[in-house]
């Protein structure tokens, strides 16, 4: 495999031991400025992706010396409203910041909801300046938290600190911590879920550990013990969808206030579940000085940990 980019036209050639991969798997790993959606859309919608000079499917499976041409199309005008909403910003440079999202924002718009998200609020903030490698619903973000998930985010104002921090991400550079509550007592102080994850065949909203699935790695430690529930420390070597979410439900250890994996309680209302983004580590774009961001458990989690302390 050999890779060359020039005037944002990416070449891509495929070797034997990227035979049979989907095109969009394939793009997706070697090109990590784009998420696994956005790559999609630039093969069905955009027309941008060719190989050996034709357009194809993102289901196409790649042969040994195809030849993958990736036209970067220039960022489109963002149609979508920037609101004036208060963020939490923990960091900020010429090139990135730092947000502490809270739970019930969406990361970014949808096809439905286009107003009141993170996107809306940073497009206010930063006056419109964000890269526009993720597409134009997606200026800036680098990676994501789920609407009822809290806690810290990257976000790239250009195309210079987006590709470099996706990079980092990657090689697990950046790092990513969170906190969780969750169901039942774990009796290691430590361990790794290491089991793919891929969509729920029948309920298409969920994900799943499926064999076949992507390969999704999640390591944890045990901050504390409680009667019925365990305060743990997660880190990802990997990113997926819903993943940590999964992985402990999985192991018969659901997040705490998760009724779709099965961490459903009654004994407080929780805007969301038990699970915060409470610290990122991560090199400057332009000077690779180690940034790190910590913020303290927030108010559901506190008075959860109030809670379960009391008995």
């Not at 010429?94 to 947000?99: E, F, G, I, P, R």
């Not at 940590?244 to 779709?260: A, E, K, L």
């Amino acid at each position: 495999m050999t890779l060359m980019t020039e005037n944002r036209l990416i070449r891509l050639e495929v070797d034997l031991e990227e035979a049979g991969t989907r095109l969009d798997t394939f793009i997706a790993r070697l090109v990590p400025e784009f998420s696994r959606a956005r790559v999609q859309q630039l093969i069905k919608f955009e027309e941008n992706v060719l190989i050996n000079g034709r357009s194809s499917k993102n289901s196409y499976r790649l042969k040994e010396g195809d030849e993958v041409f990736i036209q970067v199309p220039k960022a489109k005008p963002l149609e979508l409203p920037a609101e004036n909403i208060p963020l939490d910003i923990r960091y900020e440079d010429k090139d990135m910041l730092v947000v502490d999202k809270p739970a019930g924002m969406l990361t970014h718009p949808t096809s439905i909801e286009r107003e009141h998200t993170l996107v809306n609020a940073l497009l206010y903030h930063c006056n419109g300046n964000l890269s526009g490698i993720n597409g134009i619903m997606r200026p800036g973000i680098l990676h994501r938290l789920d609407r009822e998930t809290s806690g810290l985010l990257m976000i790239a104002k250009n195309d210079f600190a987006h590709r470099f921090l996706s990079e980092q991400i990657k090689t697990r550079t950046a790092k990513r911590y969170y906190l969780a509550v969750v169901q039942g007592i774990i009796k290691d102080n430590s361990g790794t879920i290491d089991m793919p994850i891929d969509r729920h065949p029948s309920q298409r909203h969920k994900m799943a550990v499926l064999e076949g699935g992507k390969p999704a790695i999640t390591h944890w430690k045990v901050l504390e013990r409680f009667k019925k529930n365990t305060f743990i420390e997660v880190s990802l070597q990997t990113g997926r969808t819903h993943q940590i979410r999964v992985h402990f439900s999985y192991i018969n250890h659901p997040i705490t206030g998760d009724p779709v994996y099965g961490g459903k309680i009654s004994r407080i209302n929780l805007k969301g579940q038990a699970l915060q983004a409470y610290k990122l580590s991560f090199p400057k774009p332009s000077t690779k000085e180690i940034v790190t961001v910590e913020i303290q458990p927030d108010e559901d989690i506190r008075k959860l940990l109030n809670i379960l302390s009391a008995g």
